[in-house]
């Protein structure tokens, strides 16, 4: 039985490039895919960094893209649920 995680994947992933461990990013992504009984070798994953909402307490907002490499559209519930902020 996995541990339930309080934080969000996209403020794990976020905290995570403030603290400059973007190596190990994907590997995060990829666990939250398998999590989710999805094979992360069906998906690119892409991040964008964007500066976050004023009255924030970060620095930067990272969004999580989930690209199909068959070229099939991602599970809009999927893409959503990646970049669930609370």
Do not use: C
């Amino acid at each position: 039985m996995s541990r339930i995680n309080p934080y969000t994947l996209q403020m794990q992933i976020t905290r995570m490039f403030e603290q400059n461990q973007t190596f190990f990013v994907e590997t995060k992504v990829h666990d939250w895919l398998r999590e989710r009984k999805e094979d992360p070798a069906d998906y690119d994953v892409i991040f964008h960094q964007h500066p976050a909402p004023p009255g924030s307490d970060q620095v930067i907002a990272v969004e999580i893209e989930l690209r199909r490499k068959d070229g099939q559209p991602t599970d809009a519930w999927l893409q959503e649920e990646a970049n669930r902020h609370a």
